[in-house]
T-cell receptor, first 114, second 116 residues
Framework: DTEVTQTPKHLVMGMTNKKSLKCEQH?????MYWYKQKAKKPPELMFV???????INESVPSRFSPECPNSSLLNLHLHALQPEDSALYLC?????????????FGPGTRLTVT | AQKVTQAQTEISVVEKEDVTLDCVYE???????LFWYKQPPSGELVFLIR??????QNEISGRYSWNFQKSTSSFNFTITASQVVDSAVYFC?????????????FGKGTTLSVSS
């Protein structure tokens, strides 16, 4: 089963709200990723977790806070977002954090910040 | 510097036509990996293929085929007898040993529209 699930599918939030995006995989993968994708653009890497530890933070603003409670779950906590943060947020996983492994993506959460 | 170029922004074809999506990459590393992903309107990126730099054999999977040529730094993707369900954005991506872990460098994508 090469499935990565994400909830919710759609999220509308105000700039003062706090919300969380969730991602789950049961493939035994030890690397998990958050990407942000704007319309008609390729995905942009935000964070990488390897063995439940944050390995990469691509200079993402602190209003985005990732969390990896265990090897199957990845959360992205959102607080005080800006309208320009509206985008498709994709979660992905791969067997390990080594070059050469394909990443499996979830269906994404379409976030609108009002 | 590492870079992936997909020069074709949009391609429109009629069903049953063959179509080739171009991908040109740049890397200084001798060990690297190339990928193709499909992103239908639903949004999920679907993994299609991975090729490493030491394997130049072409790959065929049903109506899909890939032509990897190191001499021209290209990894092109051909869909034979296209179907409406092939309509999507296709991304070519690169991962090499100079990037931290499996960080993927994506091209800008090619939007393929197949009409009936």
């Amino acid at each position: 089963d090469t499935e990565v699930t994400q909830t919710p599918k759609h999220l509308v939030m105000g700039m003062t709200n706090k919300k969380s995006l969730k991602c789950e995989q049961h493939m035994g993968h030890r690397a998990m990723y958050w990407y942000k994708q704007k319309a008609k653009k390729p995905p942009e890497l935000m964070f990488v977790y390897s063995y439940e530890k944050l390995s990469i933070n691509e200079s993402v603003p602190s209003r985005f806070s990732p969390e990896c409670p265990n090897s199957s779950l990845l959360n992205l906590h959102l607080h005080a977002l800006q309208p320009e943060d509206s985008a498709l947020y994709l979660c992905a996983s791969s067997p390990t954090f080594e070059a050469g492994y394909e990443q499996y993506f979830g269906p994404g959460t379409r976030l609108t910040v009002t | 510097a590492q870079k992936v170029t997909q020069a074709q922004t949009e391609i429109s074809v009629v069903e049953k036509e063959d179509v080739t999506l171009d991908c040109v990459y740049e890397t200084r590393d001798t060990t690297y990996y190339l990928f193709w992903y499909k992103q239908p309107p639903s949004g999920e990126l679907v993994f299609l293929i991975r090729r490493n730099s030491f394997d130049e054999q072409n790959e065929i999977s049903g109506r899909y085929s890939w032509n990897f040529q190191k001499s021209t730094s290209s990894f092109n993707f051909t869909i034979t007898a296209s179907q409406v369900v092939d309509s999507a954005v296709y991304f070519c991506a690169l991962s090499d040993m100079n990037q931290a872990g499996t960080a993927l460098i994506f091209g800008k994508g090619t939007t393929l529209s197949v009409s009936s």
